[in-house]
């Protein structure tokens, strides 16, 4: 069963002369329990990608499906709640609020809500991302790669059908960076959870299971089983690093 599946889906931002296609009738179904990680050159689509499936922006055309349900026509509102509910983020930068302590920013989803917070449920999520002596810091008193773990135990403590990854550990050094991909390789693997990444890094995207690969707004190669030099290899030949 696919948690996420795109038909079709075109893009365009602007109109007439100015008009640029971000993305051309892009066709594909993500299995649900999947690490993907979506590559391509610089302006290939990548972000306009991971915008459209999350539900973050709307398709110019062609229909996209969370868990079954269909995004195209649904309200600002709807779309609000969807991703309150049923979609978990991680960016960069981790966004995360300087003011709240790491369980307060944990559990901010699920108060933004109004979901009860499961006591249990948020020392498990701790424990897992490996913050349990960390409840009371701020985000200040912590490295960028227990940041990065806040957001991960932030993305995951509503119970997403999906996590969505702009650039993970394009902030962090190579060896907090590999911390960060094993844990989110983790979560796929021990919570069934279904993650997908967008990646400039070759390495983080050996992490995944299926490397999707975008050039010009559409998804030229589909990669199983990667490795960094196999997938480094695919990128040269896309002209990404000329
Ligand atoms: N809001 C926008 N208005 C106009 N054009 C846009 C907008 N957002 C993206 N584009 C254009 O759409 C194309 C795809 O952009 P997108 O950001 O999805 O690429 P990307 O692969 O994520 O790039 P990068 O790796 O540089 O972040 C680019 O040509 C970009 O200039």
Not at 47 to 54: E, K, M, N, R, Y
Not at 127 to 146: D, N, T, Y
Not at 209 to 235: S, Y
Request: a positive charge; one cysteine or more; aromatic letters at 4%.
């Amino acid at each position: 069963m696919d948690v996420v599946r795109l038909d079709a889906v075109s893009k365009v931002y602007g109109k007439g002369q100015g008009a640029v296609a971000a993305l051309r009738e892009v066709s594909v179904g993500i299995p649900r329990g999947s690490f993907t990680a979506v590559m391509g050159p610089s302006g290939s689509g990548k972000s306009t990608f991971l915008h459209c499936a999350a539900g973050l922006d709307v398709p110019s055309s062609g229909s996209v499906r969370l868990g079954g349900t269909k995004l195209s026509g649904m309200g600002e509102d709807e779309l609000t709640e969807l991703r309150r509910k049923r979609v978990g983020f991680v960016f960069q930068a981790f966004n995360l609020v300087p003011a709240l302590d790491v369980v307060e920013n944990v559990t901010l989803p699920l108060r933004l809500a109004g979901a009860r917070v499961d006591r249990g449920r948020l020392e498990e999520i701790l424990r897992r991302v490996g913050l349990e002596g960390r409840a009371g810091h701020r985000p200040a008193q912590l490295s960028g790669g227990q940041q990065q773990r806040v957001a991960i135990a932030r993305a995951l403590v509503t119970r997403p059908e999906v996590v969505f990854g702009d650039e993970p550990t394009g902030a962090l050094d190579t060896m907090t960076a590999r911390d960060v991909l094993r844990l989110l390789r983790e979560v796929v693997q021990s919570m069934g959870q279904s993650v997908v990444m967008v990646t400039h890094d070759p390495l983080a995207a050996a992490y995944a299971d299926t490397v999707l690969f975008l050039a010009d707004g559409r998804i030229v190669d589909a990669m199983t089983g990667p490795t960094p030099e196999k997938v480094a290899e695919r990128m040269t030949r896309l002209g990404a690093w000329t």
